[in-house]
C-alpha cells in the first residue's frame, strides 16, 4: 500500500509501541530476563526434580507459583520476539532474534519438563487428595488440566530431546512459510499477498479474476517450497501422534480444546448437514448480480447496492467503540486503550505479516492486535474481531498467566460476538432493503467463512494428515484435489471453482501453524450466535454473565464455563440452534432480495 493510501485512511501513524516489553532487539533487558530464566530454571529444577509426588500440597502451590513466574519471563521474551517479527519479516536480524529466542526457551523447557512429567504421574489418589486442599484452589484446574496428557507424555530424557531439537524442527518451517509468503510479490504490480486478496471484494469482475490469477500465479511460482513445508509439518505431526500414542491426528488438539471427540464430531457432522444454507445462498447471489454463472471469483463480489464505501480509521474506531460501548462500557473502555495507547499496527507495510491477530503476552503487560487496514468495513468488523480478542485477553488476566490461556473454541467467544455488535450496530441505522441487503449479504458471507469454510478446511486438513499417513509425502496436484474436492462438496452446484482455486490451500497459515485449529473458529461462531439469540431475547442478566464468561479466561473446562448460560455441549443438538440462526438469516435476505424484485 502506497503512503498516500495510508494517509487517506490515517493509518500511517498507527504503530504499536512494543516498549512496554522491551525497546528493541539491542536492549539490555532481554539479555537480563534471559539470565533470570536460566537462574530460575535450575534453582527449580534442583529444588523440585524427582521429589514432585513428595510434596505437601502448599509445597505444591509454592513449585507451582514459581514455575509461574518463570513463564511469564518466557512469555514476555517470546512474545516480544514473535511481534518485532511479524512487522520485520523480511529483516534477517528479526528472523535470527526470534531463532535466538526460540532456541532459549527450548534450553530453559528442558530444565523445567520434569514438572509435568512428575506430576502427571502421581498416583491418582495422591493427587486427588492434594487437589482437594483448599491451599490449590487457584491452580486447581491447571493441575487437573495437566494430568490430562499423561498417556502421552515420554520419559523425562525423550522429552528433553524432543524440546532441543524443535527450534531446528516445525518452528524453522513455520518461519520459512511465513517469509516465503511476505517476500512474494504478485502480478504485474508486485504487490503483496493482502493487497491482491482484497480486490477478490471488488465490485469489478475483471479486477477479481485478475487478481485470483495474480495470486495463483504468485503461489505457484513458491509450490516447491510451500509443498514441501507442508508435507514436512505433515510429517512431523504424523511422528509426535505416533510416539505419543494419539490415535488420529486431531486427538492433541481437542485435548488441547479440553473436548470429547464426540463433541467435535458432532460439531463437524452438523456444519456438513446443513452446507445446503451455502449453497441456497450462492445461487440467490447469482440471480443477484446477474451473472449465468458464479464462479471462485466472485464469492466475495459486493452486490450492486452500496457504493464502496471507504472507512478511515478514525470512524472505524468510533463504529467499534460506539457498538461495544451500548454494549457494555467496560469492553468499550477496555477496548479503547489499544487505540490510546499504541497496542495496535494497522498499516499495510513491507515485511509486515498477513492476516490479523491479538497476541497475548503476560497479564502484567498487556496483548497487541495486528490488522492490516484496507478501509472497507470487513476490515471493521476484522478491527472488532481483534479487538474482542484483545479485551477477553485483558480479562482473563486476573486469573495469571497459567490460567489466563483460554482454550481455543472459547477464544472466539469474544472475537465473534464483537463482530456481531458491530454488525447488529450498522443494520440499525440503515432503512433502505438495498442497503439492508448488502449489509446482510455482507455479514453472512462472513459467518460462511468462519462455519463452513472452516469445516470444510478441516475435512481437508483430515484427508492429508490421514493420506500423509497412509502413503507418504503429496505431490502439488494431490494437495490440490482434496482441495477442490471438499469445498466443492460444500458449494456443489452454486459455485465453480476454476483450475486457477485448486493451488489455494497453499496460503493457508492455519494448516502450518496449527494443525487442527479451523474447526474452532465454527465452534466459536456457532456458540455465539446461540450466546447472541439469548441477549437479544433478554434472556438471564446476560451482559453480566458474559462479562464473567470472558474474565474466566482457561480456569475451567468449556463444558463447565458455560453452563451458565444453560449450555450442554454434549448435547448433538446444540449445534442446530446457531445453524438455524444463520438459515433464519438467509431466509432474511431472501425476503429482501424479494422486496427489491429478485426471487
Known sequence: MNNDMMKELGTEEVLWDLGDLYQGIDDSGIHDDMEKCKKSALEIADKYSGKIAELTAAELF?????????????????????????????????????????????????????????????????????????????????????????PHLLSQVEEQLIIEISPVGRSSWISLFEKVLAAQRFGKKARTQEEVLTDLYSPNRKVRKRAAKDLTDGLRSQSIVLTHTFNTVLGDKMIDDRIRDYHNWVRSMNLANELDNDTVDSLIASAIDRYDIVQRYYGLKQRLLGLEELFDYDRYAPLPYLSQRVVDWENSKEIVLDAFGKFSPKMASVANQFFDKQWIHAPIIQGKTGGAFAHPVVPQVHPYVLVNFTGNLRDVETVAHELGHGVHQILAGKQGYLNSHTPLVLAETASVFCEMLVFKDLMR??????????????????????????????????????????????????????????????????????????????????????????????????????????????????????????????????????????????????????LDVIDDMVKEIEELAVEIGVE
Open 62 to 150: 509454592a513449585a507451582v507459583n514459581e514455575y509461574e513466574g518463570l513463564t511469564i519471563i518466557v512469555g514476555r521474551l517470546s512474545a516480544f520476539a514473535q511481534l518485532h517479527f511479524s512487522t520485520h519479516v523480511n529483516d534477517p536480524e528479526a528472523g535470527a532474534f526470534l531463532q535466538r529466542v526460540n532456541e532459549f526457551f527450548s534450553m530453559v523447557n528442558k530444565d523445567v519438563v520434569f514438572f509435568d512429567i512428575e506430576w502427571a504421574n502421581v498416583p491418582d489418589d495422591k493427587a486427588d487428595d492434594l487437589l482437594a486442599d483448599p491451599i490449590l484452589e487457584h491452580y486447581r484446574h491447571y493441575l487437573q488440566a495437566a494430568r490430562r496428557y499423561k
Open 429 to 578: 441505522n440503515l432503512e433502505r432493503p438495498e442497503e439492508k441487503l448488502w449489509l446482510a449479504a455482507s455479514k453472512i458471507e462472513s459467518i460462511f467463512a468462519t462455519v463452513f469454510r472452516q469445516i470444510a478446511m478441516n475435512r481437508f486438513e483430515n484427508e492429508v494428515h490421514n493420506k500423509r499417513r497412509s502413503k507418504g509425502e503429496l505431490s502439488p496436484d494431490e494437495f490440490s484435489n482434496i482441495w477442490v474436492k471438499t469445498q466443492e462438496k460444500m458449494f456443489s452446484n452454486s459455485v465453480t471453482l476454476t483450475d486457477d482455486y485448486g493451488i489455494w490451500w497453499s496460503y493457508i497459515g492455519h494448516f502450518i501453524h496449527t494443525p487442527g485449529y479451523v474447526y474452532a473458529y465454527a465452534f466459536g461462531e456457532l456458540l455465539v450466535l446461540s450466546l447472541y439469540s439469548m441477549y437479544e431475547k433478554g434472556k438471564m442478566d446476560f451482559v453480566p454473565c458474559y462479562l464473567e464468561l470472558l474474565a474466566a479466561g482457561g480456569s475451567d473446562t468449556p463444558y463447565v464455563l458455560l453452563e451458565s448460560f444453560g449450555i450442554d455441549l454434549h448435547d448433538p443438538d446444540f449445534w442446530h440452534q446457531g
